[in-house]
Nanobody, 124 residues
């Protein structure tokens, strides 16, 4: 069992940056692949980025590639999402997710645990 708590969301102007953090409980954090997803009003939750348990492999949605960077610090049980060059279409609730003892994936239904989400609003 792992509990996930996101932080770092907020209101930012287009072109600005934010860094989201996701703190995980439990002693086996390094065994989990981690992902970030987002959900805008009236839309389905969509994949943003994922990272393997070691941090050696990362994956991104085409819409954020080159602007967002996912990373993790297993000593701190935390995964990060650095978001640069933000656009109004990045506005959404951002969720982190954990997948136990498996590789990273872009598939939402493959993740076992979810955080409560943090709101990101990008103004034009």
């Amino acid at each position: 069992q792992v509990q996930l708590v996101e932080s770092g969301g907020g209101l930012v102007q287009a072109g600005g940056s934010l860094r989201l953090s996701c703190a995980a409980s439990g002693r086996t954090f390094s065994s989990y692949a981690m992902g970030w997803f987002r959900q805008a009003p009236g839309k389905e939750r969509e994949f943003v980025a994922a990272i393997s348990w070691s941090g050696g492999s990362t994956y991104y949605a085409d819409s954020v590639k080159g602007r967002f960077t996912i990373s993790r610090d297993n000593a701190k049980n935390t995964v990060y999402l650095q978001m640069n060059s933000l656009k109004p279409e990045d506005t959404a609730v951002y969720y982190c997710a954990a997948r136990s003892f498996q590789g990273a994936t872009m598939e939402r239904d493959e993740y076992d645990y979810w955080g409560q989400g943090t709101q990101v609003t990008v103004s034009s």
